[in-house]
């Protein structure tokens, strides 16, 4: 007889209500969990991708919306999943924050490094060029290539004469304040803080030494940067300018007109000319050298280092002629009295005729 033990039992069944709260439990761990890495995922994982040593320039202008910065993106083809930054960036009210800019875009870049970057205006400086300008309105549209700021805007403000009167110009002698160069600014640069960056490299470049020599010559730094611009026209091979410089400062000196082509080019308003003829002479203008002693009122463009730096330091020399070499070279020919002159013109006349040049 097996005897009764009253503390044995069998094992008690958790009832179904129970393993129901259970499972439900866990079906909603296991939820949040997907949910919160997709969630990881979506704001912090792979959101640019570019090939390798790549970057992606993102352009937002003023008043851009989130849609078209989207469709910026998928026309550079850089993020593939636009759909997750447009949930993030909402979410994130970068509607309401979003600055203008130049962004530049690197590979592996998550949804929340974006849309920081854009709301907090963590632009990326962009590079401004301008060589071989000859007017204000090429400057003008050169510069609103590469910046925010359109050339209507930019050229409203270099015709600003209030601005130009308080940094030393005129309309004639602004083009002397442009230094032709690389500079690094902000895309969103105004073209009033363009002008005065252009103002504030012109101060630094015009140092006590260049000033000095301007002022040993005898001439302002307008009128150094003016016949620099004559020579910048009249040859693009750096070693003659000094040379011509010296034959424009030996006309000057003596009191001879310069009779500089470039100039009447730039009074007839017409840069592709290949020869001047007596028509051209005649033009009323100051710009024309031939008609008017001296200096013309201001640049006739936009004169590079190389030719500033080159009437600063002129050759000293005895020559007050130049001509362009027969041989169509780009070189010239200098002579120190007329006659040498005439021979070198004819020569160079003959070489123009035979190619058919009128």
Same mark, same amino acid.
């Given at each position: 007889?097996?005897?009764?033990?009253?503390?044995?039992?069998?094992?008690?069944?958790?009832?179904?209500?129970?393993?129901?709260?259970?499972?439900?439990?866990?079906?909603?761990? $296991?939820?949040?969990?997907?949910?919160?890495?997709?969630?990881?995922?979506?704001?912090?994982?792979?959101?640019?991708?570019?090939?390798?040593?790549?970057?992606?320039?993102?352009?937002?202008?003023?008043?851009?919306?989130?849609?078209?910065?989207?469709?910026?993106?998928?026309?550079?083809?850089?993020?593939?999943?636009?759909?997750?930054?447009?949930?993030?960036?909402?979410?994130?009210?970068?509607?309401?924050?979003?600055?203008?800019?130049?962004?530049?875009?690197?590979?592996?870049?998550? &949804?929340?490094?974006?849309?920081?970057?854009?709301?907090?205006?963590?632009?990326?400086?962009?590079?401004?060029?301008?060589?071989?300008?000859?007017?204000?309105?090429?400057?003008?549209?050169?510069?609103?290539?590469?910046?925010?700021?359109?050339?209507?805007?930019?050229?409203?403000?270099?015709?600003?004469?209030?601005?130009?009167?308080?940094?030393?110009?005129?309309?004639?002698?602004?083009?002397?304040?442009?230094?032709?160069?690389?500079?690094?600014?902000?895309?969103?640069?105004?073209?009033?803080?363009?002008?005065?960056?252009?103002?504030?490299?012109?101060?630094?470049?015009?140092?006590?030494?260049?000033?000095?020599?301007?002022?040993?010559?005898?001439?302002?730094?307008?009128?150094?940067?003016?016949?620099?611009?004559?020579?910048?026209?009249?040859?693009?091979?750096?070693?003659?300018?000094?040379?011509?410089?010296? $034959?424009?400062?030996?006309?000057?000196?003596?009191?001879?007109?310069?009779?500089?082509?470039?100039?009447?080019?730039?009074?007839?308003?017409?840069?592709?000319?290949?020869?001047?003829?007596?028509?051209?002479?005649?033009?009323?203008?100051?710009? &024309?050298?031939?008609?008017?002693?001296?200096?013309?009122?201001?640049?006739?463009?936009?004169?590079?280092?190389?030719?500033?730096?080159?009437?600063?330091?002129?050759?000293?020399?005895?020559?007050?002629?130049?001509?362009?070499?027969?041989?169509?070279?780009?070189?010239?020919?200098?002579?120190?009295?007329? &006659?040498?002159?005439?021979?070198?013109?004819?020569?160079?006349?003959?070489?123009?005729?035979?190619?058919?040049?009128?």
């Amino acid at each position: 007889m097996i005897p009764f033990n009253r503390f044995s039992a069998r094992k008690t069944e958790k009832p179904a209500w129970h393993r129901y709260i259970l499972w439900s439990l866990m079906g909603a761990t $296991v939820l949040a969990l997907i949910i919160g890495i997709k969630l990881y995922m979506v704001l912090f994982g792979t959101a640019i991708t570019l090939p390798a040593d790549t970057y992606g320039h993102l352009y937002v202008r003023t008043g851009e919306t989130l849609e078209s910065i989207a469709e910026d993106m998928r026309k550079m083809g850089v993020h593939p999943r636009l759909r997750e930054f447009k949930w993030v960036a909402h979410r994130k009210k970068l509607d309401q924050t979003l600055k203008p800019g130049h962004y530049v875009l690197t590979n592996g870049m998550s &949804n929340f490094q974006l849309t920081r970057m854009l709301a907090l205006g963590r632009q990326t400086p962009v590079r401004v060029i301008f060589h071989n300008i000859r007017t204000i309105g090429q400057l003008a549209g050169r510069i609103a290539s590469q910046i925010e700021a359109d050339s209507a805007s930019l050229i409203k403000t270099f015709n600003d004469s209030v601005m130009l009167n308080k940094a030393g110009f005129n309309a004639s002698t602004l083009p002397a304040m442009f230094i032709p160069n690389t500079y690094e600014v902000y895309w969103t640069l105004t073209p009033k803080e363009f002008f005065n960056r252009m103002h504030d490299e012109f101060n630094v470049f015009w140092d006590e030494s260049r000033k000095k020599r301007c002022a040993e010559m005898g001439y302002s730094i307008t009128q150094i940067v003016t016949l620099a611009s004559i020579v910048e026209q009249e040859t693009n091979k750096n070693s003659e300018k000094s040379t011509i410089a010296g $034959v424009y400062i030996n006309r000057l000196r003596k009191g001879m007109p310069l009779q500089a082509d470039p100039t009447v080019k730039y009074a007839v308003g017409d840069f592709s000319l290949r020869r001047i003829t007596g028509e051209h002479l005649t033009i009323d203008s100051p710009y &024309n050298t031939y008609k008017y002693q001296g200096l013309p009122p201001g640049p006739i463009c936009f004169p590079s280092i190389a030719s500033v730096e080159a009437v600063l330091n002129y050759e000293d020399h005895g020559y007050y002629y130049f001509c362009a070499r027969d041989d169509l070279s780009g070189y010239h020919e200098f002579a120190r009295d007329y &006659n040498t002159h005439m021979t070198n013109a004819r020569r160079y006349q003959r070489a123009l005729n035979a190619l058919g040049i009128k």
